[in-house]
């Protein structure tokens, strides 16, 4: 990251505008803020933090307190910074303006507004990447620095280091733990001290529940319970037992109660069919009867039709005879009627004429009001001809003007049809290429992260298989020595070894004899045969243990070695493609963003083209209707002309006549009224004539027809009595009785039939039964139901009892199993307790202290971090001292305090390290300088930003003296030529004889400041 201008306003003591442009320096890499104590040197420096994270270096001043105290309410306080990454420029901007606004209950009120934005430059203009509260978190992931890092590594308060030089440890401690945030190791070393005493805790309370489990059962131990639960079981296996046989008892009374009540059921059936069929004998006479009564209908039945037969003849006879009469009424009244029609019609010859008279008049006057409706009509047709030559003129004319308008919106749409594929759509595939190498790319720095977690793990893996090989070694060395010891001791009492191998009747290899009277006891401190194979075996463990983690170190070295072979291999892979990873979620994001706009537009062009064939299809629909507009104007143009002529033509053929269209009219309408008249007239005399003609020929023919009827009717009456009584005499009856009144509708007939039939078979049906109950019962007894009820009951009531016994022991035996499950759950969850009270609790106990280097792990983490920090400095230090110093740090454990961050120097052309303080003030600039620049550089590396190409070094030069001075500035020329920009900011007058390219910071006679490049080259 390099600056290439920063622009400040109302800021500080800088009331006007004032520009930094660093293109300025050329290839001049070092230069002087020079100035005056407090003319505003380092807050150009601040305005470079304003803008980019809304706060100063060091977080010391706010926007309200940065506000030049003269600036009018017209003009914001402005920060604005441009820099370089890489091959990408940004500019930062943040402004802060403040106005007086009147309240609505009197007085005013001071109204603060603050603005932030980013801009990226691309294409030759600056395009905005964001504004409002996300541009600090922009800027953060751009430099991948925060504010407090950032302030850290732009600028080195020189005067600052050289007391982090020369402080004690504590003191050191105090000022890395705030540099670094360490802080969160003791978070760590709380947390799991924390988390051991909550195992602790729980360990205890399950504990105290085992004992309460035991207590509640009234046993000791888990044996004692595991016996009680055998008892119990046993006591309900015999329960059990029991109430089977009850079970079975009870099955054996409910079975003879139910053989009980069948055969109480077939003594009850029996008694229900003879009542039954007494009942039955005693309705037989009425069931007789209706024999009777079925009989004489059968019989009514067939001669039914007969008998219907006559009366309906007889009735047709009575209804032919009214016909006759009412025929010979009518055809006297068409007589009547037609006489006087022949009377009416000698008048038609009158009416014809005078008819054929107005007829004639009709037709003359129909003649002059059609001349006078045609002179009307020319003169209407002439007016409305007029008027439609009107209208279409103005139709044409604004369809003319919408013709031109939908041209114009044609050629707008059309332009930006091809504006939008030429500036968007066309990029698609250049955006797509680049979306998808920049996703590559991302899974690529993915990797090489994961892998370079992995690689973590793997040295963390390594670390600790290592740690276990050297505690393997020791304690196998422990073993060995043990056994040797032990060895040598049973060594030096040969007797009582020799006596402890002999075995009965086996012969001594001494004497030879097989009796052995007096063994040889051992000697104090001669271990027995026993603990020597003990101490054996011991040590056979510790020798494979041992082994065992030299495998497993074996295995996890090549784990390691695989892990770092692939992130080396990842990260190389990732490198080739150049691109910066801090960044690379930001181009992604954008370059998307371009893509997902692109596409939407082309998305969206269908619709835009649709609306432009839309505009051209309405602008073809409208230019036809105007060349039809056109053509319709020309006719109607020529329909008028015609019409004129026509009505010029009528009005001189009208010229004679007398009266006018009206007077005609009514002429007409009366004529016409009069023939009309007449006219029915003559048609209702002849209407009339032609129907009484009609009416009388059809009275003449109803009057025979219904004279024949009623013959007919006659004869046909006399055929169907003559049937009936032949009938009646086949069947042996006399024709004169009533056998119509014994006849049934043939439903009835069935109704009764079945009635008949149905009692018989039931008569047959319940004297079958009772027959067969008889039968069946014959040589039985009614049965005792109250003493079988009885007996089922006391059956009933003991396994009653038994269950409610059972249901207590099985409801005791599961409370036992149940508190047994929960006392072997409890003692599980105790042994797991246990192992992890262990586990976290030594785990506490290495974090707070208590390991071999009797280190805390927060004092461990900086005494690494300061290893890192004096490292990356003497590549700075051995360079500056011309090869003869470098730093180094004592490595001190254990003690009431913590001495593990003091600093020495190690004198390469005296031989021996000596303290700090014991450098010369040149010296000791010098190291203090490349100090800040390994803190600089460690911070930088540590949070994963980029790297700054410029640095501002504030004060520390006023205490020099000339020689010391110059070997400072000796120092920067080194560190300027690596291609780092330095700034130094200083008002001592001697380095501006020394730096050629500076800022000159001087007061401004109206109360503020300005500032002008200077070059003394």
Known sequence: MRPLKIVMQAFGPYLNRCEVDFSRLGKSKLFLIAGPTGSGKTTILDAMSFALYGESTGSLRKWKEMRHTAAPQSVPTLTEVEFSLGQEAYRFARSYSQRTVKKRAGGTELKIETEASC???????????????????????????????????????????????????????????????????????????????????????????????????????????????????????????????????????????????????????????????????????????????????????????????CQSAQSIYQQKKSDLEAAIRSLKEAEEEYQSAGEKAKQLPSFQERAEAESGRIALLTRSVEQCQRLENARQNRASLQSQVTVLHSQQQSLAEECSQLDARLQKAQQFLQEQFDQIISRIPLLTAQVQELQTAVKERDAVKRLEQEVIKAQYAYGMAGQEVEDAHIASVAADNAY????????????????????????????????????????????????????????????????????????????????????????????RRGIDARTLNATLERTQCQLDNAQAEEQKRPGYEKARDKIQAKLQLRSADLDRCRQEVSQAEQRLAAAIAAQEELSQSL????????????????????????????????????????????????????????????????????????????????????????????????????????????????????????????????PDLD??????????????????????????????????????????????????????GGLGQLLSGKNPLKTPIHQFVLGVLLDDVVRTANLYFIRLSRGQYSLIRQDSQGGQGFRGLDLYVNDAHRGGTRSVKTLSGGELFLASLSLAFGLSDVVQSMAGGVHLDA???????????????????????????????????????????????????????????????????
């Open 119 to 309: 801009y990226h430059w691309q294409k030759g203009h600056w395009k905005l990447m964001d504004s409002g509260p996300r541009v600090s978190a922009i800027a953060k992931e751009l430099l991948g620095f925060t504010h407090d890092q950032f302030s850290q590594v732009i600028v080195l308060p020189q005067g600052e280091f050289r007391k982090l030089l020369v402080a004690s440890s504590t003191e050191k401690e105090s000022i890395l733990e705030t540099l670094f945030a360490t802080g969160r190791w003791k978070q760590v070393t709380a947390a799991v001290v924390a988390a051991a005493d909550q195992l602790k805790r729980q360990l205890t309370a399950a504990s105290e529940e085992r004992q309460n489990l035991l207590r509640l059962e009234q046993v000791d131990c888990f044996d004692a319970l595991k016996q009680k639960l055998l008892e119990q079981e046993t006591a309900f296996s015999e329960k059990k037992k029991q109430s089977l046989l009850l079970e079975q008892e009870l099955s054996a009374a409910q079975e003879a109660l139910r053989q009980g009540l069948a055969l109480h059921e077939q003594y009850e059936r029996l008694s229900t069919a003879k009542e039954r069929l007494l009942s039955m004998e005693n309705n037989r006479s009425s069931i007789e009867e209706m024999r009777v009564r079925l009989e004489h209908a059968r019989r009514a039945a067939s001669l039914h039709p007969y008998w219907s037969a």
């Open 484 to 575: 040797l010891l032990m060895e040598k001791a049973a060594q030096a009492d040969a007797a009582y070894w020799l006596a402890s191998s002999l075995l009965p009747d086996e012969p001594c290899p001494v004497c030879g004899s097989t009796s052995h009277p007096a063994l040889a006891v051992p000697a104090d401190g001669v271990p027995a045969p026993q603990q020597l194979e003990a101490c054996r075996a011991a040590k056979q463990q510790a020798a494979e243990a041992f082994q065992r983690a030299e495998s497993k170190l074996q295995q996890k070295k090549i784990v390691l070695e695989n892990a770092q072979s692939q992130w080396q291999e990842a990260n190389e892979i990732f490198s």
């Open 655 to 782: 010229s004679g006549a007398k009266g006018n269209a009206s007077d005609y009219q009514k002429q007409l309408l009366a004529a016409k009224h009069l023939h009309e008249s007449l006219k029915k007239q003559i048609e209702s005399i002849q209407t009339a004539l032609q129907e009484a003609r009609v009416e009388h020929t059809k009275s003449l023919q109803a009057h025979a027809a219904a004279q024949k009827a009623l013959e007919e009717s006659i004869s046909h009456f006399e055929q169907c009595r003559r049937e009936w009584e032949t009938q009646c005499l086949s069947l042996g009856v006399a024709p004169d009785e009533k056998h119509h009144d014994f006849y049934l509708p043939k439903e009835e007939m069935e109704s009764l039939e079945q009635r008949i039939l149905q009692f018989d078979r039931s008569y047959d049906l319940t004297k079958s039964q009772t027959k067969d109950l008889e039968q069946q019962l014959d040589g039985s007894s009614p």
């Open 787 to 840: 003493a079988l009820r009885t007996r089922q009951q006391e059956a009933q009531l003991q396994k009653s009892q038994s269950d409610t016994e059972l249901g207590s022991l099985q409801a005791r035996t599961a409370s036992l199993k149940r508190t047994c499950g929960q006392l072997d759950d409890c003692i599980k969850r105790t042994a797991e307790l246990e192992q992890q009270y262990t586990r976290t």
């Open 951 to 1017: 640095i501002f070094i504030d004060e520390g030069f006023g205490t020099l003296d000339m020689e010391t001075l110059e070997a400072a500035m000796r120092a920067l020329d080194d560190i300027q030529a690596s291609g780092r920009l330095v700034g130094i900011i200083s008002h001592v007058r001697e380095l501006r004889d020394r730096i050629s390219m500076r800022i000159e910071v001087s007061p401004d006679p109206h109360g503020g400041s300005s500032l002008q490049w200077k070059n003394d080259v």
